[in-house]
């Protein structure tokens, strides 16, 4: 199976119709409407992100016209065939020296069910709960292929003694949505221009082989500066082979009946160190200042809050300057949407893990109205602003939790309960405010939406304490976090007529 000619890509029409299966060919010379389909979000997400890095490598446009162009018209064949020529032979799964990020003669005790390559399939603390029965039991050779890209490049590794991506171990993915597949691929793809801006080794490293044709070396020290653009997308940090394809069957995953399907890969530890962060241009990055050194990293999900939360990491670019700021910068697709997009459609998608085990699938959709590109200050205020809400309500109930001095607690921790409630009710509220909010006039949105939030964090405190409201020994542990909460309520939005929100003067 070869990515650059056969069928392998799942899709379905828009705005319906039956799915299907698309080579690449078809995908970025024809002028059809096409979304991915797929049953698992991180499975969508992984092919749209193996498409981006085959055109980016492929069909790199020269320039921002060059780019608009291709956004909005389909490539000419005779540009395809030649961006796929010199690549042909990399991208078949089935190689006999070097298959698609694998490596051959991979020696294994026994060899793994295909199920350890659908990240969180297995091993996950809600894998019975989000996903259909033996759906890693056999996959074809497009949904083997986005598998192997994706547990490479955005999943935590298998565990001890085996590498992780070039972003660490579960980073956050950040794209640009447009409004049918093909658009989508293209609004993800840098111009060469903006290429060597965050990649100034580009040029140099052109010419560089994929990990599966020369491969890393044992032990190796290798400089970021060092990795190219065809090395760093399709970086392979392991040591993996497929076993033997089996006869026709249908697809667990995607469900197409296939001549070949896979059921198990060998794999094993491998060793080497990655010196210095190599810049992947899908991922946002923060940095802070230790010890008089930057430090920088990929943004990752390490709590359970919402991707809303982090979304001026997303798109705000901040530099720092001492060591009590955090710097940030947004994926470089992200930052190239700015001169490109009006409205941003954002999807974010990664995993929250504890080392190899994965807790959580995260992929969501987030819409900036008009003018983000301009204001990326207001959404900075508005997600400081929500949080502000969601930490007042923390701060107040983790005085009800614990207690003070010699006045007694509730001990137990409501105020955890209650910031999960509060994502849950909030969520709505913050986006509907990013979808819609005049970037021009922000002020009004920002209180509007600080008037609903309010309400949300008053009704989940009076829900959290009323349990306890007839133990009078916390009567006045109640009052003092009520208190507490009005105070940094009163600190979040103006009062209009010198009255505190708690109806005391002011």
């Not at 050779?141 to 994706?150: R, S, V």
């Not at 993800?188 to 221009?193: F, P």
């Not at 006045?476 to 105070?487: E, I, M």
């Not at 600190?491 to 002011?506: C, I, V």
Request: hydrophobic letters at 40%; a neutral charge.
């Amino acid at each position: 199976m070869n990515l650059l000619t056969d069928a392998w890509i799942p899709v379905r029409p828009l705005p319906a119709g039956a799915a299907c299966k698309l080579t690449l060919r078809q995908l970025l010379c024809e002028d059809g409407r096409w979304e991915l389909c797929l049953p698992r979000d991180d499975m969508e997400l992984a092919a749209l992100q193996l498409l981006i890095c085959m055109t980016q490598v492929f069909f790199p446009p020269q320039n921002t016209a060059a780019l608009k162009q291709r956004i909005v018209a389909p490539l000419p064949l005779d540009e395809f065939e030649s961006g796929c020529a010199p690549y042909r032979e990399w991208f078949r799964l089935d190689h006999p020296d070097f298959p698609f990020m694998q490596v051959r003669n991979v020696s294994a005790k026994d060899p793994t069910p295909m199920d350890k390559l659908l990240a969180g399939l297995t091993g996950a603390t809600n894998s019975c709960f989000v996903n259909e029965p033996r759906l890693g039991a056999c996959l074809c050779g497009g949904c083997t292929a986005i598998a192997l890209f994706n547990q490479s490049s955005n999943a935590p590794s298998f565990g001890g003694g085996f590498k992780g991506s070039l972003r660490g171990g579960a980073p956050v993915t950040t794209l640009v949505q447009g409004e049918h597949l093909r658009q989508t691929v293209w609004l993800n793809v840098l111009s060469e221009e903006r290429l060597t801006q965050i990649i100034p080794w580009h040029h140099a490293t052109r010419s560089q082989q994929p990990t599966w044709v020369a491969p890393i070396k044992a032990g190796e020290t290798i400089p970021s500066q060092a990795i190219g653009v065809l090395r760093g997308l399709f970086w392979q940090p392991g040591h993996l082979e497929l076993m033997p394809p089996q006869g026709e069957q249908a697809c667990i995953c995607c469900g197409f009946v296939e001549k070949q399907v896979y059921a198990g890969f060998n794999k094993a530890k491998f060793n080497y160190t990655i010196d210095g962060l190599w810049p992947h241009p899908h991922g946002p990055r923060i940095s802070s200042v230790k010890k008089g050194e930057r430090e920088e990293k990929f943004v990752s999900f390490t709590t359970s809050a919402p991707a809303w939360t982090h979304l001026s990491r997303f798109v705000v670019q901040r530099q720092t300057t001492n060591s009590k700021e955090e710097g940030q910068e947004p994926a470089a697709v992200v930052w190239q949407a700015q001169g490109l997009l009006n409205k941003l459609r954002l999807t974010v998608g990664g995993y929250r893990n504890n080392q190899a085990s994965i807790l959580e699938r995260r992929h969501e959709l987030i819409f900036l109205n008009d003018g983000w590109s301009g204001h990326t200050n207001v959404v900075h205020t508005l997600v400081g602003q929500a949080a502000g809400y969601r930490d007042a309500l923390n701060k107040a109930l983790f005085v009800f939790s614990t207690g003070f001095k010699e006045v007694k607690g509730a001990g137990v921790k409501v105020h955890e309960l209650a910031k999960e409630q509060f994502y849950r009710r909030s969520e709505d509220t913050v986006l509907d405010t990013l979808a819609r909010i005049d970037f021009e006039q922000a002020a009004q949105a920002l209180l509007a939406m600080g008037e609903e939030l309010h309400g949300i964090v008053v009704e989940l405190f009076n829900e959290s304490v009323a349990p306890y409201r007839n133990d009078p020994e916390l009567i006045r542990t109640t009052a003092v976090a009520r208190k507490t909460l009005y105070k940094h309520l009163n600190a979040l939005k103006p009062q209009r007529d010198g009255r505190r929100d708690d109806g005391t003067n002011a």
